[in-house]
Structures are given as structure tokens and as C-alpha cells.
């Protein structure tokens, strides 16, 4: 989806119109973090219509004879139902249904009638009175979108930098280049060295019993790359087709099976293939297998002019990124407690998601990093605050700056989406939601607000017209740009190097079969 950030759900916030006229009596006082406390006050007549209708509700399911459901008298109803005025110790389930209908019913129009923009409505209110003949009161605190105060958001001291690729860069795309095209020769007159594939078989044994999980028959494996258990990859140097060898690997202290960890295990291994990966020498002729490169040097300015490309994007992306900050940093705003308790909750569904995508289950994940979900929902608070002074502040400055996405923009970006993600039923039905809608329309945007200031401030600073936006860039991805971009990496997502960093340092990730870290 166009714009920047992950699929998340819109904050929703109960818009309403004055009512005409004013229905109930209510006043309204600024309360801390963005929010108000409302005093609703009803009258006589309306604190009766609500007991009538709790009357009719509790006789629907109260059984009198004489009686259909719902037209018990109230007189008959109470004694049925075991209601004893004289006595305040006695639940009144009259009273207490009236004081639900009187609620949901006058809150609505108290923030109708003062305009009052709601996060959301509170299930209970405090009672002040509640008395037939005479009327009723209440007091609720609820949260109100913040209006942020903004500040300076267009004259930051600061300009796009664009990290020009070197000869080292290009030389390190090449060799990439060379290892997509490598090819695996069969060795038959050496042992196991390092880069070499083989495939083996192993068994690993604890005083004699087999290891759970510590067996295969035809495991695929690069020497060196540092998928197995430190040691083990080692061992298997200068091993020969079909020979085995018997040799001890001590598991690492902080490994994630307990039962392992520290532990010395004997491991059993043969080779069943060995082959070498030749990598296809850096020529002219190299060059044209990839395309209509006339030599070596051709490729190298090919090459060179994608660096730059993605160079270009990242520092676009880094500039939006830094005027974001720039504006929020200069705006004064602040959010209620539920709107950053829904974006944690938000974060810990994208957390989720990562985990799945890696083939790792969430408690697994809270177990190796020593938290459990509370722990963790509070370590995200901050976080989560900061996410959604952006979301407010930027949507503020769309206000300010009058900026507009049409229907017909909305229609567009979901049928792109959609097509672009086929076969997730989920996502379709969301889009085609109404708050999917939204949510389309109010990431694109904040999307249009940041490129129409970056837009302005490019006009005038001609000279980085280059930093262009990414659906200006020319499109022909393919294999040069791959691999350009495995070196040059666009939009890196921070959560996800956190997560990817937190995860090698307890030990989690990767294939689990066999000795597999």
C-alpha cells in the first residue's frame, strides 16, 4: 500500500453533530490526557421513559400468569422479581437496567449536543442521584482525540543524504552476482573444506541415548555458514565421501532446550555428497550472461547507476523520516491512555506476525527473552505513545494544509492492493469495509502530506531534484537490481533489526531440524 508502515487499525473516534434541540443538560470540563469529564444531567420525565423500558425488558423474561412476555405490570413484576424498596441492601434489576438505557442513551446525546470528538464511551458512569419524580445525574471521564498544537514542520535546518555508492559496493554487488550464478561441481578427490555443500548423515547420542530432534538421514549443509551448533561444522573438515566420523560438541550455556545446554553430545556423522560451489570468473563473459552489457565495464556502470537509484530512494525515505520527527518534536499533544493502549496492543500483533513469518511461536519468544506479555506491553508503551503522537500530528498538518484524498483514490489504491495480495481473504474483506476504508484514506494521506512538503522544499533546493519520489523511479527490477538491493537495503524496518538482533542474541531463529541452531 502506498505510503509508509504496516496494515494497522484506524483509531475510532465517535463523530457527532449538535443535536436541536439540546436534550439533556451537560457540562464539560478538560480533564488530563486528553480527556473530559462530562456532567449529564436528566430530567423526570426522561429518567421515567428509561425505567418503563427496563420494565418492558425484565418482563420479557419473567413468566406471570395471566401475562404475555413484556406486558407483566410493574407492580407484579417486582414482586416476582424479589424487589424490596424499603430495603436498599435489595438488588433492584429495574433500576439497574433503567440506569443502563438512561445511560447509553443521554451520554450519546451529551456528546452530541457539545460537539465532543469521543475515543470511546465508557461502559458505566458514576451515579450522582437517580430518583423518579425528581431526575437523575451522573459524572463520566471519557478520552477526546487530541487537536495537537503544532509547530514549525516545513523549515527544518536539515537536507537529504544520499549515500553515494562506492567501487566497494559495486565490486561487493558483483561478487553477489557471481554467487547467484555459482554452480555446484562434485568432489571426489579432496575432504570437507570450508564453502563446500554436503550432505550428511548424523546421529547425536547423550550417555549412549539417542537425542531427540539430533537425527537425519540426508541433511543438507554449507560448511562455514554457522547453521549448526558451534563446533559441529568444524569437526566435519577434511571428511570424505561415505567415511564416518564419531566426535563430542558441547552445546552452547544459553541453548534453548534446557535439557541440552552445557551438555556434551557425541554426534555420529557420514558424508553422503560433497560438492564445491565454482563461481563463474568476473569477465566480459560473465558480464553478457546477465544482459545486453557489451563488456565488464558496461555491467560496472549498470550496476553503478542501481546503487545510485536505491541510494536515492533511501535518502528520500531517510528525509521523510527526519521531518516526521521534526514536526513532532515541534508539536505540543497528548494522547489518552486508551489510544496508546490500542497501538501497543497493535505492536504486539505486528511482533506477531514477525515471529510467524520466521517459523517462531510467540511464547517461545517471551520465554528465550525472559518476559511475559505484561512485562512486554509495558516496555512497548513508549513506543506505542510516540507512534500515535505521529499518526495525530501528521494527520493535523493534512488538516492545516488542506489536503484531500477523493473516493475515487481510495477506489484505486484498495483494487491495487487487493490485487497485488490475491489470496488474503482477510485483507480484502478489511478494505472493503468502512473502516477500511478509512484506513486507506487516512494512510494515504499522511502519505501526500510529507511528499507535498518534501515536493515544496525540493522546488526550492533545485539541486536535490533527484530525490525523487519512488513511484518516479524506473521500474525494471530484476535480477541486477536484486542483488543491488541485497547490498543496498531500501526502508529497513527497525522493529524488524531489533527483532532480528534480540532473536540471535537468545538463540532463536532459523531451521530447528536436527543439530540446527
Known amino acids: 500500500m502506498t505510503g509508509r508502515g504496516t496494515l494497522r487499525p484506524v483509531y475510532s473516534t465517535v463523530h457527532v453533530t449538535p443535536s436541536d434541540p439540546p436534550t439533556v443538560k451537560v457540562t464539560v470540563t478538560p480533564a488530563p490526557r486528553s480527556t473530559a469529564t462530562l456532567e449529564v444531567e436528566a430530567t423526570a420525565e426522561q429518567l421515567q421513559r428509561a425505567i418503563d423500558e427496563a420494565v418492558r425488558h425484565q418482563s420479557r423474561g419473567i413468566r406471570v400468569p395471566g401475562f404475555r412476555p413484556g406486558k407483566v405490570p410493574r407492580a407484579m413484576l417486582e414482586r416476582a422479581l424479589g424487589i424490596d424498596r424499603s430495603d436498599p441492601e435489595t438488588r433492584d434489576p429495574i433500576y439497574e437496567d433503567a440506569r443502563d438505557h438512561l445511560y447509553r442513551r443521554s451520554v450519546v446525546d451529551a456528546v452530541r449536543q457539545e460537539s465532543v470528538l469521543v475515543v470511546e464511551l465508557p461502559a458505566a458512569p458514576e451515579w450522582h442521584s437517580f430518583e423518579e419524580g425528581v431526575g437523575a445525574s451522573y459524572s463520566v471521564t471519557v478520552p477526546v482525540r487530541p487537536v495537537p498544537t503544532l509547530g514549525d514542520y516545513a523549515g527544518f535546518p536539515f537536507t537529504p543524504q544520499v549515500d553515494e555508492p562506492d567501487d566497494a559496493r559495486i565490486d561487493a554487488v558483483l561478487e553477489q552476482l557471481r554467487e547467484q550464478q555459482a554452480s555446484l561441481i562434485p568432489v571426489e578427490d579432496r575432504g570437507v573444506e570450508q564453502g563446500d555443500y554436503a550432505v550428511i548423515s548424523f546421529e547425536g547420542r547423550q550417555d549412549g541415548e539417542l537425542v531427540e530432534g539430533a537425527v537425519a538421514e540426508r541433511f543438507p549443509i554449507v560448511i562455514g555458514s554457522g547453521r549448526m551448533v558451534p563446533g559441529f561444522e568444524e569437526a566435519l573438515i577434511g571428511l570424505r565421501e561415505d567415511e564416518e566420523r564419531v566426535f563430542t560438541v558441547t552445546f552452547p550455556e544459553d541453548y534453548r532446550e534446557e535439557s541440552l545446554a552445557g551438555q556434551p553430545i557425541e554426534f555420529t556423522a557420514r558424508l553422503r555428497e560433497l560438492r564445491e560451489r565454482k563461481l563463474p570468473e568476473l569477465d566480459d563473459d560473465f558480464a553478457t550472461t546477465l544482459g545486453d552489457f557489451a563488456d565488464l565495464a558496461a555491467l560496472r556502470v549498470d550496476v553503478g547507476r542501481r546503487l545510485h537509484r536505491n541510494a536515492l530512494d533511501r535518502a528520500r525515505h531517510a528525509f521523510a523520516d527526519r521531518i516526521i520527527e521534526y514536526a513532532v518534536a515541534n508539536a505540543t499533544v497528548e494522547p489518552p491512555d486508551i489510544m496508546i ?177
Open 341 to 517: 493502549d490500542r497501538e501497543v496492543e497493535v505492536m504486539i500483533d505486528e511482533l506477531k506476525v514477525r515471529l510467524a513469518q520466521q517459523g517462531i511461536e510467540f511464547e517461545e519468544y517471551l520465554k528465550v527473552t525472559e518476559r511475559d506479555e505484561d512485562k512486554l506491553r509495558e516496555e512497548s508503551r513508549e513506543g506505542a505513545e510516540h507512534r500515535v503522537k505521529v499518526l495525530l500530528v501528521l494527520s493535523a498538518i493534512a488538516d492545516q494544509e488542506g489536503v484531500e484524498i477523493s473516493d475515487a483514490t481510495v477506489r484505486q489504491e484498495i483494487a491495487r492492493t487487493r490485487a497485488a495480495n490475491p489470496d488474503d481473504k482477510r485483507l480484502s474483506e478489511f478494505l472493503g469495509s468502512a473502516r477500511g476504508r478509512d484506513y486507506v484514506r487516512s494512510t494515504l494521506r499522511r502519505s501526500q502530506v510529507i511528499e507535498g512538503i518534501i515536493d515544496r522544499w525540493i522546488e526550492a533546493h533545485p539541486q536535490f531534484s533527484e530525490v525523487r519520489h519512488t513511484e518516479d523511479q524506473p521500474t525494471d527490477t530484476d535480477v541486477l537490481d536484486a542483488a543491488a538491493e541485497v547490498v543496498e537495503p531500501i526502508d529497513v524496518d527497525p522493529d524488524e533489526e531489533a527483532l532480528e538482533a534480540e532473536l540471535s542474541a537468545a538463540g532463536v531463529g532459523g531451521d530447528q531440524e536436527g543439530a540446527d541452531r
